[in-house]
T-cell receptor, first 110, second 114 residues
Framework: NAGVTQTPKFRVLKTGQSMTLLCAQD?????MYWYRQDPGMGLRLIHY???????AKGEVPDGYNVSRLKKQNFLLGLESAAPSQTSVYFC?????????FGQGTRLTVV | AQSVTQLDSQVPVFEEAPVELRCNYS??????LFWYVQYPNQGLQLLLK??????LVKGINGFEAEFNKSQTSFHLRKPSVHISDTAEYFC????????????FGAGTRLFVKA
């Protein structure tokens, strides 16, 4: 069982570059989420989706965009990366309560 | 608005000693409560959850937590820790009035010493 798969696992970007993080889940979950994890701050919700074709802002949405064109995929985009976006990004999916997490993407913006 | 406060950022403890990781939440509505564990360089995995019913919840790896509505707490306990329990632990809540966004605390790093 793959569960939740994130690609890539590591990435280094230069300030101003763009990139897309891909999250794929094979559990047929309706809900999907993108979080960022920073030391001492826990996980903060960036954007989330309650179903195919829908997205909504979380706690820290600025500088990020998302799309959910297919139920199994949830993409997180950075249009113009900034050093403040250096973080570990986690995707998660859930049916209702328990969330299942990917292994994370470590992004460094220099 | 709801929030989660983990009262200790780091908890060092000797192997085979008991441990308690503290979590308080604030919410104007009923919530579901969770503890997740994150081992180094990995994603989060569920330890245990409280949805309803018995306030004492048992999870994996010998952990348990007690929901205390009057004190709005959900503290995590283990009677005897192992070196392998060294990890970061996150308390989390979901409002059960619709929508299932999980809100996390800042995390508690448990360090078990030999």
């Amino acid at each position: 069982n793959a569960g939740v798969t994130q690609t890539p696992k590591f990435r280094v970007l230069k300030t101003g570059q763009s990139m897309t993080l891909l999250c794929a889940q094979d559990m047929n979950h309706e809900y999907m989420y993108w979080y960022r994890q920073d030391p001492g701050m826990g996980l903060r919700l960036i954007h989330y989706s309650v179903g195919e074709g829908t997205t909504a802002k979380g706690e820290v949405p600025d500088g990020y965009n998302v799309s959910r064109l297919k139920k199994q995929n949830f993409l997180l985009g950075l249009e113009s990366a900034a050093p403040s976006q250096t973080s570990v990004y986690f995707c998660a999916s859930s049916y209702q309560t328990e969330a299942f997490f990917g292994q994370g993407t470590r992004l460094t913006v220099v | 608005a709801q929030s989660v406060t983990q009262l200790d950022s780091q908890v060092p403890v000797f192997e085979e000693a008991p441990v308690e990781l503290r979590c308080n939440y604030s919410s104007s509505v009923s919530v579901y409560l969770f503890w997740y564990v994150q081992y180094p360089n990995q994603g989060l995995q569920l330890l245990l959850k409280y949805l309803s019913g018995s306030t004492l919840v048992k999870g994996i790896n010998g952990f348990e937590a007690e929901f205390n509505k009057s004190q709005t707490s959900f503290h995590l306990r283990k009677p005897s820790v192992h070196i392998s329990d060294t990890a970061e632990y996150f308390c989390a809540v979901i409002r059960n009035t619709g929508g299932f966004k999980t809100i996390f605390g800042a995390g508690t790093r448990l360090f078990v010493k030999a």
